[in-house]
């Protein structure tokens, strides 16, 4: 399976998760493709909005600064919610709240880190 697929499979279960959830979502087809700040995928539910960027490595840290910057663009001008996954080697994945990230000032992350589960930004249990 290349790089692009795994990626892909990332964000679609990413979809599917969400929508199991109730809240409507989709892919966005060619995000990285652009020059402008498009998440990987967006999620909609009673007028909420979260934005997320999917990122999926073999090693145990990751640097985000380029993708929080991305979606902080994006999140100032649609006011949506947004995050980041990441999906270390055969572990869950992790979301990390780019305003988190942003006031921090440090990017990356890493299999230790503090993170929020899907229920917990979607708002059905508290963070970790």
Same mark, same amino acid.
């Given at each position: !399976?290349?790089?692009?697929? #795994? ?6 279960? +990413? ?10 979502? !989709? ?12 998440? @990987?995928?967006?999620? +909609? ?9 999917? #990122?999926?490595? /073999? ?11 991305? &979606?902080?663009? &994006? $999140? ?7 995050? +980041?996954?990441?999906?270390?080697? #055969?572990? /869950? ?5 780019? #305003?988190? &990230?942003? $006031?921090?000032? $440090? ?5 230790? @880190?503090?993170?929020?589960?899907? @229920? ?9």
């Amino acid at each position: !399976m290349t790089n692009y697929q #795994k990626g892909a499979r990332f964000e679609r279960d +990413i979809v599917n998760e969400l929508w199991k959830h109730g809240w409507a979502a !989709m892919r966005a087809a060619g995000s990285g493709t652009v020059g402008f700040p498009v998440p @990987d995928v967006i999620g +909609i539910k009673d007028k909420k909005i979260i934005v997320i960027e999917c #990122k999926a490595t /073999r090693k145990d840290k990751i640097n985000l600064k380029k993708a929080a910057l991305s &979606l902080k663009k &994006l $999140s100032d001008i649609s006011k949506a919610r947004a995050y +980041i996954a990441v999906k270390f080697h #055969k572990k /869950r994945p992790r979301f990390f709240d780019i #305003k988190t &990230l942003l $006031s921090r000032g $440090s990017y990356s992350v890493s299999l230790n @880190d503090n993170h929020l589960s899907l @229920d917990s930004i979607l708002g059905e249990q508290g963070t970790l």
